[in-house]
């Protein structure tokens, strides 16, 4: 009889929203900190809300180097300080660039816990302060240090292993690859928070300077300074306040791999992704042809197509054509980082998950640049090293 | 009505208990990346159970250093697979000090939200491979590195600032304070796992070499090396697979303060402790007065005193008289780190608060070398930095 009334209970779970979501632009702003830089996305999320710092019952910070760039750990407890919630349950979280999703993750996971009513979940990233070699060392850090970063291979190798290997498996060609580039750069061009707002050609990516061979400098994400910050309710506490109902958190998936490239089965798929989809997908009971809008995670131009296969919207092989194409482009039929994803936007490393989260949120409040009519079901793909920390999020509009 | 539902659930919520915890040995280890140590806990805690690495939904990991100390981030997910669940959710977790508390709190929080049913919380730390002047740097990223670590304060300093107006405001006595480390050294010398078994003396502590005026070495924990592993589960699962059944959390609490000491009201207070503390004792419904026996964050001898009163054993300054008096000894009417605590059993920073469920779920389950009689109710108590983030856990005994 307990146990019956148990799975009552989990079928009845509290609902989750996101009562208020901001971010900073992403850009390199070396004179700021990342304090500053996170207060100044949080104070907008409290612009938008009538949620005070003082209803904040936690505070989780996604974060990957600030401890390597600017000396700076604990930014869990700093950083809820600094925004008003001294008094906050707060951690910092880190799954290298997936620290964002995962931090939104264990957010929802307070609130449907009944832990908390309010959390503000976050993200911020310094990086432009410390020189490139520096920057390189501290990315490497979510590689694994004992057989990949001391053997000499750094992210720009990691993933031109993988495109190498795709384009090999499945005929792929390198200009199909720099599609993804040149749409994500050219949707980019109208969101005001974006780092890069130039229109690329295929010919400009194939021909910029080559960083990993079959990859060139536009097939990859910029260095990116900036902050987002997202405010998780229970619905009691949305319906109780009068808040803003319009973004739900249908589900959440998070899986993992092996962190080493060598320790995979195959390295043209993403196992973490799939098994993070499939969970995110069962949780909100739905199936990847209900997404309407995506923002994937596309470090690298091959990542976003690897991305499309892992979560359902291509057969292994085919997601190539996604933005060749138009089918990933914003009249296409699955719509794929509208925001210029990370190749366009920026990545500031442990921000993006929430980032995207941002995005989504203005996407199903009608309210984005470049809105996707009729958007519903989006989803988040957020990713950490070359794929062993993977999480999906479904929200759901009105 | 949906909100009395609601309610109900959350009285209902589903419990939490410990199936298995192990901790290495605490030591310097050079030899042993954290890798190796992490794996030897976690092999440990799954030999004491019948529950496999297949069985986890999630591996969480609170570490502080690795990035700094073994250019290694992305723990949760390298850790993950080298436990052999490379499919589980994985994160790491960083509170500076607390990060093992903060760690544990979030898997109790996945089981109760019932995202997962089986969650292996451990920790590790390696930080004798690095030399000194290293560590302390790396340290030093726990405390506001604009206004405290950039001005030359360092630790030893902020806590011989705290000890120093403790000791003026209430008239307590160098020697009062040296207690503490007596009292946690002698109980070392019984614990295998504890990385100093020699009896200590008022008068050694005194005169051992001076670190930041009051307090001198025996005053401060040691560098140390290790890794614990707690495994939590569902009670649902506990009683499908037969588990051990011994040991319940009743409840846990976690809040924040600002990070430098600059801007708190006192520096003789630690009202993060306070609060977690409330939070937990009301989560596991019990006072104080109910606990039998609690492990505490000593990384200074000021430090367990200022948890006493934190906690509510003690009115403030009145938490010297503990270690003076004797009533936090073995035998007193409140035991507190019989395991040694973090002076005498060692302090890797990112585990402690892990090692401390392990040390109390061995109490709670009759068989801790040093034994407290009829212990059914036992509380952890775990800080970061110099008070900006405490968890405060409650445990049950059969």
């Not at 989780?60 to 600094?82: C, S």
Request: overall charge negative; proline content about 3%.
């Amino acid at each position: 009889m307990e146990l019956i009334r148990v799975s009552w209970c989990l079928v009845s779970q509290m609902g989750v929203r996101i009562a208020s979501a901001a971010s900073t632009k992403y850009d390199k702003q070396p004179a700021s900190s990342s304090r500053e830089l996170f207060s100044e996305a949080a104070r907008e999320a409290f612009d938008e809300t009538s949620i005070t710092p003082a209803d904040l019952d936690a505070v989780y910070v996604g974060n990957f180097m600030g401890d390597l760039i600017e000396d700076q750990g604990h930014m869990g407890a700093l950083l809820a300080d600094y925004v008003g919630a001294r008094d906050a349950a707060s951690v910092r979280m880190e799954s290298a660039c997936a620290s964002g999703g995962a931090t939104f993750r264990q957010a929802v996971l307070a609130v449907e816990a009944g832990a908390a009513d309010v959390v503000l979940a976050g993200g911020v990233e310094q990086m432009s302060t410390a020189d490139i070699e520096h920057v390189t060392d501290a990315l490497a850090n979510a590689a694994d240090n004992v057989f990949e970063n001391e053997q000499g291979l750094t992210f720009p190798g990691i993933y031109a292993l993988m495109a190498r290997r795709y384009m090999h498996e499945f005929d792929a060609t390198r200009e199909e690859l720099a599609a993804v580039s040149v749409k994500n750069h050219n949707n980019a061009v109208d969101n005001p928070l974006a780092q890069f707002q130039r229109e690329l050609t295929v010919e400009e990516v194939v021909e910029s300077k080559s960083i990993a061979t079959p990859l060139a400098l536009y097939d990859a994400c910029p260095v990116s300074d900036g902050a987002s910050a997202v405010i998780v309710v229970s619905d009691e506490f949305a319906a109780d306040h009068g808040l803003d109902m319009s973004v739900t958190v249908l589900g959440t998936g998070q899986s993992s791999d092996a962190l080493a490239l060598q320790d995979r089965a195959a390295i043209t798929r993403t196992p973490a992704a799939e098994r993070a989809a499939r969970a995110a997908y069962r949780d909100a009971g739905i199936t990847a042809d209900d997404v309407d809008v995506a923002e994937v995670h596309d470090c690298f131009t091959i990542a976003e197509i690897l991305a499309l296969e892992a979560l359902g919207f291509y057969e292994q092989g085919e997601g190539v054509r996604g933005a060749v194409d138009g089918e990933t482009s914003l009249e296409g039929e699955i719509p794929v980082n509208p925001s210029g994803g990370l190749l366009g936007k920026g990545h500031p490393v442990g921000v993006t998950g929430i980032g995207q989260l941002v995005e989504l949120t203005k996407q199903l409040q009608g309210r984005h640049p470049n809105q996707i009519p009729d958007a519903d079901v989006a989803l988040a793909h957020n990713v950490g090293g070359s794929g062993a920390s993977t999480t999906v999020t479904v929200l759901g509009g009105e």
